[in-house]
């Protein structure tokens, strides 16, 4: 019994290790899967709100993880509504009042076009290897795949959600459901992929519910009607220029 205790105790570092190794390994991974030098995504959200359903129609140019312009195309009232990131900036032009908006400060906690996405969670870095450390706690299903469990500890200060929970497929590296909590435990969104489509080598997310689990109302069906890699972009898409043209 001695020596199986005392060989126990020489391996256990090594599992723990390895256990970390793989969850780290992992969760690069679905950043590899999920970030491009540029993309241009058209998507729809389907807004379930307490006072019933609006669509939001939009195309987003996107550079990196640091720059995106997205200009709103439907409905008539949001048609010609422009955002523009630029690294840690966010304005938005309403055609309306033909004003432009700096989003800093707590409005960056306010709703995106009445969605369960707020403007902070639009700002939020995308590299979750950079901002979360890891563990690999378990395995599970979600749309009949199977899951890694991954539970991520926020690594950095001033981070939106102090700690998250996602079912990464084996297979694809694609998150099909997320939790993300705050510094108390409580649950504060969650996002479920109800389906998937093969862009290019790479699986992403085609419809997507985003939960904002402290309002009511159905959440938030994003769905991706078309994406493209790693495709040239003008630089004038990324000026504040951009945003009154």
């Not at 540029?38 to 990196?64: D, L, P, Y």
């Not at 509504?81 to 840690?88: P, R």
Request: some cysteine; charged content about 30%.
């Amino acid at each position: 019994m001695k020596k199986i205790m005392f060989f126990m105790i020489l391996i256990l570092p090594a599992l723990l290790f390895s256990q970390t190794e793989s969850a780290d390994e992992i969760l690069k991974r679905v950043d590899e899967n999920m970030l491009s030098d540029s993309k241009i995504i058209v998507f729809k959200m389907i807004i379930h709100g307490r006072r019933g359903e609006r669509t939001v129609e939009a195309k987003s140019w996107q550079r990196n993880t640091d720059d995106s312009f997205t200009e709103y195309l439907a409905p008539p009232r949001e048609k010609g509504t422009k955002m523009l990131k630029l690294g840690d900036q966010l304005w938005t032009y309403s055609p309306q009042t033909d004003r432009t908006i700096l989003i800093s400060g707590h409005m960056l906690r306010q709703s995106v076009m009445g969605s369960d996405l707020s403007y902070e969670d639009l700002m939020e870095d995308q590299r979750l290897h950079q901002l979360y450390q890891p563990t690999l706690i378990g395995e599970d299903t979600q749309l009949g795949r199977q899951c890694w469990l991954l539970e991520l500890s926020a690594s950095q200060k001033n981070i939106a959600y102090y700690s998250r929970k996602i079912w990464v497929d084996k297979e694809r590296f694609l998150p099909l459901r997320e939790e993300r909590y705050a510094k108390s435990g409580r649950l504060l969104k969650t996002t479920e992929v109800k389906e998937m489509m093969l862009s290019g080598d790479r699986w992403v997310a085609k419809k997507v519910v985003f939960k904002d689990e402290l309002k009511t109302g159905g959440g938030t069906e994003f769905t991706v009607e078309s994406i493209d890699f790693d495709v040239p972009i003008q630089d004038h898409f990324f000026s504040k220029a951009a945003l009154k043209k």
